[in-house]
């Protein structure tokens, strides 16, 4: 399904095939908000917007037009762990992509001016994301979660951090973190596989194998739950409430997908959405999620709900969180939630972007791509008794965090 191969300067490639005209190529760097010195809170996303802003060869404008001038995309993103730049293309300009890459990744220049001008950009993303209560509350909870740690500060930093970047901080933080042993380029599409290896020995070969810093993560300790309310002018009450969980290399994490799942992940007859919404018309959204990361992850429930039937939706979702530590799932309830799990990444499966990106996070961390039959496999072999289970060590009510934005 996939090939892989390594440069000698430590930089991973990943390939898989597939015969369409649209092709996606980018870079993960093994950075992101976690790895920042207390000076540099959202240095990690600001790099990721200034890697745009210009290269040895390249003004700002030319790294924008370049892929757009021949209809494809270039794109990025910063995760807590992660950060991604790839572009989207017709295949025939692969190498353009490449090319592209290569030169922003390894000779962007971090103008004076352009620092000033993208300070400003990322102040109002700022002003703007603050405005989306259902957004926001997810980082704060993060932060209520994980106080005085790394994961729990904002991805974007603080307009006082932001105001303190210059060109030295940015370039320091450059050449701690895009080591090349520190990345992985991935490659989907039906370029041969040989013309992605000779490209990337060609325009990421050269890149000098600089010292690779250790990485300072720490796990962070164990908090104990707290509650927390938030004033905030809206006209719904939002609401999110959870606990921490393990890692993404845990062997369980498989079984806490498929909980997730059954709970409130996404589809519309989870017991969360047919408890707060089908039967009583309490909210319009309802979800569970799970957050992992190399060493810590966390598992939260959020809804939005009219302001006076939060305790109402609260006693609804405790209630569905004790019948799963106390009931066992019946076998064919069992195999309608893994039935209906397997559909849904079957489906998702078709989103080639999606594939790409999961593909090179996977190989990032774990060093190979599970296939999705392989995934199957594993979603198979949980039982009722390793739901049952888990359920009964996460979902405990003097464990869970809550915060209430009203």
Same mark, same amino acid.
């Not at 996606?24 to 908000?33: A, E, H, K, P, R």
């Not at 995760?79 to 000779?107: N, Q």
């Not at 704060?140 to 979660?145: G, P, R, S, T, V």
């Not at 496999?377 to 888990?390: C, E, K, M, S, Y």
């Given at each position: ?49 200034? #890697? ?54 390894? +000779? ?35 932060? #209520?979660?994980?106080? *005085? ?71 962070? #300790? ?27 290399? +845990? ?99 078709? *989103? ?11 190989? #990032?961390?774990?060093? +190979? ?38």
């Amino acid at each position: 399904m996939f090939q892989t191969h390594k440069l000698s300067n430590g930089l991973r490639v990943i390939y898989q095939p597939f015969p369409s005209e649209i092709s996606y190529c980018g870079i993960v760097v093994n950075t992101g908000s976690r790895d920042e010195l207390p000076d540099e809170h959202g240095m990690a996303h600001f790099v990721e917007h200034m #890697l745009f802003k210009g290269t040895e060869k390249r003004k700002a404008h030319h790294v924008i037009n370049r892929m757009e001038n021949v209809g494809g995309e270039l794109n990025a993103y910063t995760t807590k762990e992660e950060t991604f730049i790839y572009a989207t293309f017709l295949s025939e300009y692969f190498e353009r992509a490449v090319e592209l890459l290569g030169d922003i990744v390894f +000779h962007s220049t971090f103008p004076e001016n352009q620092i000033q001008k993208e300070r400003d950009v990322v102040l109002d993303e700022m002003n703007s994301y603050a405005d989306l209560p259902s957004e926001l509350i997810f980082d704060d909870f993060e932060n #209520l979660m994980f106080p *005085n740690h790394e994961i729990g500060h904002y991805i974007l930093g603080t307009a006082d951090s932001l105001l303190a970047f210059d060109r030295k901080k940015v370039e320091d933080f450059v050449c701690r973190q895009y080591s090349p042993a520190n990345m992985v380029l991935f490659s989907f599409g039906k370029t041969p596989f040989s013309k992605v290896v000779r490209l990337s020995e060609r325009y990421f070969g050269c890149a000098e194998p600089r010292h690779l810093f250790p990485k300072k993560r720490e796990q962070p #300790l164990g908090e104990s739950a707290k509650r927390y309310q938030v004033e905030k002018d809206t006209v719904q009450a939002h609401v999110i409430l959870g606990t921490h969980a393990f890692d993404m290399f +845990h062997p369980d994490r498989y079984t806490l997908y498929l909980l997730n799942h059954i709970l409130g992940g996404g589809a519309t007859n989870s017991r969360l959405n047919n408890s707060l919404r089908e039967k009583n018309g309490l909210v319009y959204d309802v979800e569970s999620n799970i957050a992992l990361y190399t060493d810590t992850g966390s598992f939260s429930i959020y809804f939005a709900c009219d302001k006076k039937q939060v305790e109402q939706c609260l006693k609804l979702i405790d209630k569905e969180l004790q019948k799963l530590r106390e009931f066992q799932l019946s076998p064919s309830q069992l195999a309608t939630a893994k039935r209906q799990y397997k559909g849904q990444l079957g489906i998702a499966s078709e *989103n080639n972007e999606s594939i790409s990106l999961r593909m090179a996070k996977s190989y #990032l961390h774990f060093n +190979h791509y599970l296939p999705l039959e392989e995934v199957f496999t594993r979603i198979d072999a949980v039982n009722a008794g390793q739901l049952q289970d888990l359920a009964k060590r996460l979902f405990v009510p003097e464990r869970m965090f809550q915060l209430k934005y009203s």
